[in-house]
Every structure is written in structure tokens, then in C-alpha cells.
């Protein structure tokens, strides 16, 4: 058997030495390392990557490391919430404000504050998000698939660290399979009382499907269970196909049988992810495991690049 | 200050009269009892009730819980999971069964099993579901929203405890907002390749914030959060009302910032729920909480309604 | 495969018809009858039963539960937390009040009032206490085990529904382990000050597990882990016994590797539960989830006394 | 109002860098984050400093990370379980094994094999633990306190990486308040048997509160809650004194009303924390945050230390 090795904590350590000192621990810890070294083995293989996103990532602050993902070639689908788009789009020309969980929320409402936990929004950013909604809704006769969507507003959006704006530059298809659940829902709706916008509810169902069918090899990171997470798995599941790689990261655990907190392995019996499939759960909060996550790999997959081209000249091996 | 009254338990006590004692506890018992005073008060009051359900509820066992909410009027909105209409819809044929969350998932996927927690589904219900939906399914040239869809579903069933057909039958609208994420979105899917199908994604919104603006007052129960959540509480943020009661049961707490544990104070800020509104979370597996909630609640009715006829015999009219 | 039963609510329904119906549920609701069959099993057999308590239960109103079962001899041995028992001494002749968890803590704290979570406690009550305690604090020469303190404090508490005076009148001992961990602690060693009284940190391991070698069959009831969990399940491990019926109703989830929320499978492989030992984990609220338990439990003893007495005229057994 | 800042990942990144970029995001980054800034001040300012340690933490890998902190003279006082007593004197001779927490627990017995989570341990540690404790437990005649006992048992463990031993080297008090439960109180009850061994079961209470009284300022860091937070924040109550600073890493919520999930601010009500103090609860595994806490919180002491040289030339005061 392995042996649990104690952790050394160094000064200045990179978040990478940190999570390698982790794959030798227990516990969460261990479970964090594990997820690194699957998460290198997806990006730097030939896998389908998938990156579904529940809960207010991008209010907490973790918009820039997703639009970085798809920058960088990593993220082949993306399925995510409305909520998550909503406050991309309010990013790109406006902002999110620290506050406090502990906060007077009639008094909130009446300054005109929305509150995420501890995150806050002014009511001015909504109206911009629905002023710059209305004006870049598409209006056109035919009707249109939701990812589409998705693509002809990302195509408006200015600001190049957006989510939408990156996964439509780099030809990523995004998903939100809850599309009538979010602003973007309330302001499509309002776009068609005066403008022609018809989005087919079940079209994407067809488009992840194909993508799904065409996959060699397939991997998944999944960020926060709920929809994104179900949409993806039961797309893999009409296809003789199954995730080879998987990783959850949760505040859900599986005891109440929610899908949110389901263990990886559940979605072995049902077919969504191969029987000898690599996978872990994450159980914690995504703002500190998920950038962890990403820190550490990007730094893994930046060593082995280095040591690739360092050796390319003489050939000898590592 | 009102004092802790140490809970007494009597053998053959009623649910009602547990949840009585633990109205003058701590902690979780006095958030349930509590619960039940909300619940009392919205279904005995003049109230647009809306109730959505997330979470593997169904298989579970809650599935007769709720269509008996609907027959006795006690719901005028459902908005729910896909999975739960699909788990509704087979047990209008079928049924689920009672497994282990330990079990060896690669072989239950041999045997055909797919496994939700500690239940279990075996395919050839799967198949049942996919037959019965190909068959029951619109042919129908017009566009239709996802409400009607649900009822045209409903209409079809012919087992009178499923909920969809309750819901029907009662004429409640019941919302899926995430309506292509679960097997109906597939199956539809599969539908329109040989038949007339045509779901507009944005058109429930129109429905569902036309019955809040209609609500002259409004509670809400929300089992599990999620994307029904959501979906209710925006929908009444759209219009100048709020929700003036409002009960949450759910395993998720607020700390890591996702909306399925936000508190209802939150909801407060964002004017989905009114600044004096009564309102509870209930932190726990709702496959306890629930039935416990409904059961005390119904208890006290059926008294005050006793209560009511036995005054008959002066005048009093009813 | 036994199949799930949809749970039928009855207004009016018993705690334990509502446990009947949870039998046949997935979830939470299974747990918890399982919990109750074992606990009917343990209750009615031949078993020494352990019952273990952590956290603020009697603040939160759960003391009388306590008293009562040990008064109807259903508790052997009991592990409990010194808190618990400050608290216990405090409703001899005082009370604890109901506030809110979202209280200003600092104007509290300047009201004198100290808060857990909703519960709320008068400094005028501490220092009764103190006062109390001073007076019934034994006052001898000769070194006593932590149970022998707790026999004699119990033994003058005037209030008959005090768990320590019930135990002490029922003969059960009463183990304390982090005895020095409360203001018990605080209180005896202001009095060794002035008084004499000396406690042998160690005499308790001895008398524990004197019992647990004793005891021919052995049940257990877990409230919430922490130390008491630990110090009944650490003492049958270093006898060759182990439990044969083991309860666990805790919040704390196995995830995170800590023993509150280790499941009783794990304790089989430390040898403190026996390998064909019945058992189970109820995740919630225990002042939701013991209530439920005891209620249904102490419902289904009445009515197997009853049949019992129904057919003593004939002679047939049961 | 400050705005957040969306997190950018750098491949290679120090953990202080991430920490860094977490103080402008919100949720548990934030927290994190939060716990980093306290930590600093606590660590580079005239605080006595308490460190708590519950959970299984060196089971899991993080003995070098408490011991490392004792020897850099980051902790006074060090309230802990016994249980990590226990495991931090087996890893002086023996080890940990890295095992899956889908084990099979009754195969797991019968190899000589328990189980905490994910990590294993063999029964040929326990029986070098035993004959260690045989050997190293102390045989005098005079009654002792438990931190004595303990100072005495860290003084032969002859591995400098202890923490028992890097407590006795640097003169910390390591206090034990629930001293019977975990093997070390067996072993002393087994020892006491043949040899002289008392200690005092309160003799605790006044050494770790006459350390609160000396104390002028005082920080303290919890990990995991149980007895270890209880019997550090009840020693503070009795002074006149209360803690200035503040750090909290539980999985634990506060909504179950149990003392490990409790908010510092309910400290704040019984007057154990300053109502003006900084502090923070981190909610989650403490194997991620607490090295990731450290490590941050080193590379920033060291900085500031670095710079404080630059600038010693030239004679500018920092």
C-alpha cells in the first residue's frame, strides 16, 4: 500500500508543488489532486472536452478563467445557466460589488441592490444588461436552435474576456438548456412582443447529440451539478458512447439524492460515463477548488510543453 | 422572550401533534413547525399558491404527495424537473424499486439497472416510458409553449395519481422551464424527426408571469431549488408583486453562494419576495421534511375545518 | 426487487404510520424507518443500549425525550456531552428562551444574553447555575471517576425531568468524557479552589468498559457524533465484542473523513461494530429526526404491548 | 463600493498569488482569502496565538504543516484530540496508508485493517503504538494535569517532525480536554493497572485560563470545531479578555444549531470573541484550506520579512 506522505508547505510554493503535495494526502485533498492529474490528462489527450457551469461562478469572480479555457482550446462544449450568461453579458459593460452576506435585504432592495450571498448588483447594471439585450436580440424570421442563440450574442459582445464573446471566437458551442430560466430568458420574451425571434426548444437536444456521437474519446469537467450537468451526461447517454474522464466539483453530497451531489460512479450504472471510466468528486466550495484546479494543470501542461521543446534538440528522452 | 418548551412524546401522538411540540423548540423542529404555520396560512387563505419540485422527488416515493396537493386544489402552479415528469410518467405504468447506494454500478449497468441513490429503474421501464411517449407525444402543426405541451402530455395519462394528469385534470399549468434537459426533452426530440412538433423555448414566460401579475397574493413552496426556483421567483420579479409567502425546504445551505441554499431574505433583495412577507428554509432531505410539512398541514385543516362544521348548527354558514 | 411505495399522507395520521409509509420511500424517509425498525428491535430484545448525545439538544428542547426514555428504561449506558448537561442542570430551575439567528451578537452580548444559533440564554441563568453548582459539587477526600460526579449531582437535582437526576434515580451511568469541556469543568475546578474534590481523568474508561465486556447483546443510539460517539464505540473495541445494533443520526456527511459523519460501516472495520451488526445513518436535523424516531418507535412498542396483552387470555404466544 | 475582480490564473502561480486574486472574488474565495489577511496579522503582530485541531487531520497528511508551525513559533497553545495524539505518535514510527473509502469494511477487519475515509491504518501500528505507550507513559506518584502528561509523552517521541515532540522542544502546552477518549486514554487506564499514573481531571481548566488572563492580545485558528474550539473559547469566557483575532475552517454550517458549524459572531454574544475582533469561518475540507491558508500566509511573512532587509541599508523603517 501507499503511504500517506505529510504535507510540506514551502514558502512561496506554486499552487502546482501545493496539489502535488496533496496526491499524497487523504481526504479532500487527495480527492483535489486527483482531479488535477485527470484534468491534465484530458487537456493534454485527444479528448471531446466538456465544461458544464452551475451556481453564481461568474459573479464570485471566476468568468476570466472560463473564457481563458476556451482562449486556450480547452473547453470543446460549454453548458451553463442562464444566470451564468446573464452575468457575463452584465461584466462586459458593467461590474459585480463585494458586500455582505449578513446584510439588511429590505434595505438592499430599496438602494436598489440585488445580493448573491456576498456578492452585490446594482439595479443600473440591469438595466444596461437589458438595454444592451434588446438591442442585440437577433430578429429574424427563421427559427432557431438555442445554441445559435447563444452564438449570435456572443458575436455582439464587445468585450473579449466575455464567455459568450470567447466561446463564439473560438467556434465553442454553448448550451443553456434552461433558457427560459434566466434574464435572458424575461428579455427574449419581451424581444418578440415587437421583433421576430423564434428559438425551438428542443433543437439543441439534436445539435450536443451529434457532437456526442462524433466524440473518440470524451471528457467532462462539471462544475456545480444541476441542469448543465444532467444535459450533458444524458446526451452522452443516447449514444453508444460514455465519458471516459470526469470531474465533479460540488458542495452537494450524495446522501440526499439529488442529482447536484450524485456520485460520479451513479452515472456508471445509467451508462453516462464508462465503467472504466478515471473520475473523482470534488466535495467544496467551486471558487477556491476550480481555480485550484486550473492553476495547477496550466502549470503542469506548461512544464511538460517546456520539457518537450527542451529536449526537441537532442532528442534525448525524460 | 417566549421560552423552549422541552418537547413531550406521546405513543400514537399524530404528525400534527409532534410538529405542535416542536413549534416551541430550536433549530430545525422550530423551522418545520414553522413551515407548517406558513403552509396552514397559504392553503386556508386567499392565496396564488405555486409549488415547485426539484429533486429526485418522485422516485422516491413523493409522487402521490403532490397530485393529491393538486386534487384538492391545494396548487395552482407546478413547476418542476423534467426527470420528475419522467419519473411520473413511468410510474403511470411502471415502477421503481428499492436498491442500495453501495452497489457495484458497473454491474447493475450489465443488468440493466440505472440507479438513483439507493432506487433503482430497470431499462425495460425506460423502454415502457419511450413507447408510451412516441405514442402520446403532439402531432400538431401549430407552435405550442411548454405549459401546453404538459398538458397535452397529461390529457394522455391514464393513471389518475400521476401528477401530470392531476395537474390536468385540475387544470393547473405545469412549467418546465429546463424542458430539454430529461428524457421528454429526447424523446421529443426523437418525435419531430417523423412528426409535427413545435415547442417556442420563450413562451411559458409569457404564461407563467401573466398569472403572477393576475396573483392579488401569493405564496410559495419550494422543494430542493434548482431551476423551478428560479424559474417562479423571476417570473414573479417581473411584475410590481412579490411572493407574500414563502416556505424552502432543501439540503443546501447559503455559504457557497449558490441559488438552491440562497436564503429567502436574499430574495428579498432582488424584490422577488415581499420585505414583510412570512417566510422559512428548511435545512434537511426533503423526503422527511415534505411529507411531515403536508401531513400536519392537512391535520390542522381537517380541524379547523370540523371546528367550522361543528358551529353549523347556529347559522354560521359554510 | 421490492418496489417503491408512493407515500400516502392522512390527515390526522400517527408519527408512526408516517415512518410505515417512509419504509417503502427512497431517501432520507428510508433511513429513517430503518432507524425505527432497529431501534423497535433494540428497545424490545435483550440488548444493553447505549445512548450517545452531542450537540445543543437540550437548549433546543430535546431534554425531556432524554429523561423519559431513561425513566422507561431505555438507556444503559449514556455518553454525553458536558454541555448538554450545563444545560440540563439550567431547566432544573430555569429556561432557555427563543431568539433569532440573525441576531445583532454584540448588543446581546451587552443585553447579557448568550446565543445558540436560535436559542437564547439569560446570563441570570449562568449564574444560577454557578451558584448551584457551588452548593451541589461534592465536597470529599477520596479521587471519584467522572461517573461517580455525575451520579452525585444528579442525585441532587431536585427537577425529576432532569436527564442527570432521572439517570442518577434509573441507576445509568452517565459518561462525560471531555469533562473539563464546559462550565462544569469550570465550576469544579473554581471549586477544588475551596473544596475538596478530586476526579480521576482515566476512571471512566475502566467502568465503561467493564459494561461494554458485560454486556452479552449491545445496542446503540448516536446523536451527532463528536466525542461521545467516540468514546462508547473506542470502548467496545478493546473488548472482543462489538455492537450488534448501531443508529446514527447526525448532519455531518462521511466526505470530509471526520467521525462525525463516518459511517457505522467504516466502525465495522475497527472491530467496534459487529460485521452482520443491523445498522444505519440518518443525515439531518436530530431535532427533527430523533423526535420522528423515538415517537414512532415508543408508538410501535405500545402496540406490541397491547397485542401482546390482547392475546394473553387464549395463551397463544406472540 | 469595492468591485470584483474577475481571477486570473497563471501557469506556475504561488498559492499566495492565488490567494491574492481570491480577495476580490466572493464566497469561500473570498473567505479564504479573508482567513490569509487575519493570519498575517495575527502571525507578524504580538498575539498569543491558539491553535485548535479536531477532524482527523494527521491521519490525513497534515502533521508536518502543525508541527512545522510549533517549531516556527507560530503557536502558544495547541488544543487538540486525542485521536490526532494518537496518530501523530504513530507516524513517529509507523505510517498511514492511502486506501478508497468504498472499501469493504468486514474484509478490511479480518486483514487487520481500520479505516478512516480514505486513509488505512494497520494493526501493527496499533500494537507499536501500544508497546510504545507501555514504555513512554509516565510512572510517578504525584497527581499531574493532562498538558503535563502530555509534555511528558511528547518529550521521549523521539521524531523532531512530531507534534507532541515540537511542542515539548519549544515549550507549547498541549491541552487534551477530552483526554479518556482516544487510545492514549485507554493505554493510560491500561498502565495505570501496574504503574503510578494520576491526573487530575481539572487541573487543565486553570493552566490553559491562566493563559487567557496573561494574555494581552490573542488570536486564535480552529480547525474543525469539537471539544478543541469549545474548551479554547470557554477558558477565554472567564476572563475579562476575549479573542481579538479569529479563524474558523470547518465543514460544518451554523443552521443545525451545533457548536463546530457555529458562526464566530455566536462567540461574540457569550463575550469568547471581541464584539470588535476580525474573523472568518472558511467552510470546507480542511485538508484544502488549511495548507492553502499556511502556505499563503508564509510566503507572506516572508516577503514582508525580505523587504523589511532590503531596507534595512539605507535606513527606512517599514
Avoid at 27 to 33: I, M, N, P, T, Y
Avoid at 271 to 283: L, M, P
Wanted: aromatic share 6%.
Amino acid at each position: 500500500m501507499e503511504t500517506v506522505h505529510q504535507m510540506e508547505i514551502e514558502p512561496g510554493m506554486s499552487v502546482g508543488a501545493l496539489l502535488g503535495a496533496m496526491s499524497h494526502c487523504g481526504f479532500g485533498a487527495r480527492r483535489l489532486a486527483e482531479a488535477v492529474a485527470i484534468y491534465e490528462t484530458m487537456l493534454s489527450g485527444d479528448f471531446t472536452k466538456f465544461l458544464t457551469l452551475s451556481g453564481a461562478m461568474v459573479p464570485a469572480g471566476m468568468r476570466n478563467i472560463v473564457s481563458d479555457l476556451i482562449r486556450k482550446e480547452h473547453v470543446d462544449v460549454l453548458v451553463i445557466t442562464g444566470a451564468n450568461l446573464v452575468h457575463d453579458i452584465i461584466e462586459s459593460f458593467g461590474c459585480h460589488c463585494l458586500g455582505k452576506p449578513e446584510s439588511d435585504d429590505a434595505a438592499l432592495r430599496s438602494q436598489g441592490i440585488s445580493r448573491i450571498y456576498d456578492v452585490f448588483l446594482r439595479d443600473e447594471d440591469f438595466i444596461g444588461f437589458e438595454e444592451l439585450m434588446q438591442r442585440i436580440l437577433p430578429d429574424r424570421a427563421e427559427t432557431i436552435s438555442g445554441r445559435e442563440m447563444m452564438r449570435l450574442l456572443g458575436a455582439q459582445i464587445e468585450d473579449k474576456r466575455s464567455i459568450l464573446r470567447s466561446a463564439c471566437d473560438l467556434d465553442v458551442p454553448v448550451f443553456c438548456p434552461a433558457l427560459p430560466d434566466s434574464m435572458i430568458g424575461l428579455q427574449a420574451w419581451l424581444h418578440t412582443q415587437t421583433k421576430k425571434l423564434s428559438v425551438d426548444a428542443f433543437a439543441d437536444v439534436k445539435e450536443i447529440v451529434d457532437i456526442c456521437y462524433e466524440a473518440k474519446r470524451s471528457g467532462i469537467v462539471i462544475v456545480g451539478g444541476g441542469v448543465p450537468k444532467n444535459f450533458a451526461l444524458q446526451s452522452m447517454l443516447v449514444t453508444p458512447k460514455s465519458f471516459d474522464l470526469a470531474i465533479q466539483l460540488t458542495t452537494d453530497t450524495p446522501e440526499n439524492g439529488g442529482l447536484s451531489g450524485a456520485t460520479l460512479s451513479e452515472a456508471v450504472s445509467w451508462g453516462k460515463i464508462s465503467a472504466d471510466a478515471r473520475h473523482v468528486t470534488v466535495y467544496g466550495d467551486a471558487t477556491i477548488t476550480f481555480p485550484m484546479m486550473v492553476a495547477a494543470t496550466m502549470e503542469r501542461l506548461e512544464k511538460s510543453r517546456f520539457k518537450v521543446c527542451e529536449t526537441d534538440g537532442d532528442g534525448s528522452k525524460y
